[in-house]
């Protein structure tokens, strides 16, 4: 696909609106998912085994290296406690011209050191992909109240408002990265994701350019997939191994394609999740700018 460069930024702008006009159907998705969620599932933070060893650091193998005869089947992963895994895009307080709709997608300084103020003083501790995936392919022990932050869509404001803020807890984070934003305006640069991989957060795909992965053909996983996971592997120097859908969006012929191109796990928003690839349609719920941090807990323990 070949595109001018004013076309490229008519698509990271189409990006950020089709994200926010995801919003109402990510909303009414995890509308209709809390009951049944908390109705079967245990919260991860009260039957998760405890143990402060796995917490960090070398101790939480890398998914090549976990043989294939220790990975559960599909059924035993899904019945493991889900951990909450919330879902950022723009931090910065919001603008008269800011939809209603986006605001749930763009949350007010303020309101964000609040969220994650909470979630410090709740003794919730932040894990990173490779233990998520060393806890539900193997059930191998999390850290007390294991939680996932993760911030899409490359804007700028989670290096410079969340990036510091995370750093006071000791919190770590995932930044899912859509290449073609890289070094514009209010995006982040290559340095700053080289930064934050540097500093221990991970860096994951957000394909090329956000277009919806159920649309894909042929070349599209090259330009979307391939070509954006070389491209973070050679600002980070590390194997990039998680993939979040644009918009959430996924279908099942989409996981043979990234499992070819070395995603080990991938994440949707809070639908629910497919009984038979469960690593690949990871729950996430985005936490909204509108949210108290009470009404955060409350969505974390009722969707997960
Ligand atoms: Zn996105």
Redesign the pocket.
Known sequence: MKLSYSSLVAAAVC?TAF?FSSCNDSKSALTTEVGTAAETATSASNAVATTETASTGPSTPDPASIPASRIADAATITARPQVPILCY?QIRDWRPRDSKGAKDYIVPVEQFKKQIQMLADSGYHTILPDQLYAYLATGAPLPPKPIMLTF??TDLDQFTVARPELEKHGFKAVY?V?TVSLGRPRYMSKAQVKQLSDEGNVIGS?TWD?HNVKKYQGEDWVTQVEKPTKTLEEITGKDIKYF?Y??GLWNPEAIPQLKQRGMVAAFVLAEKRDPQDPLYTIRRIIASGYWSPRTLHNSMVNSF
Do not use: V
């Open positions: 990006a994200t895009h899409d869509d899912f859509m957000h956000h979040a644009p918009f």
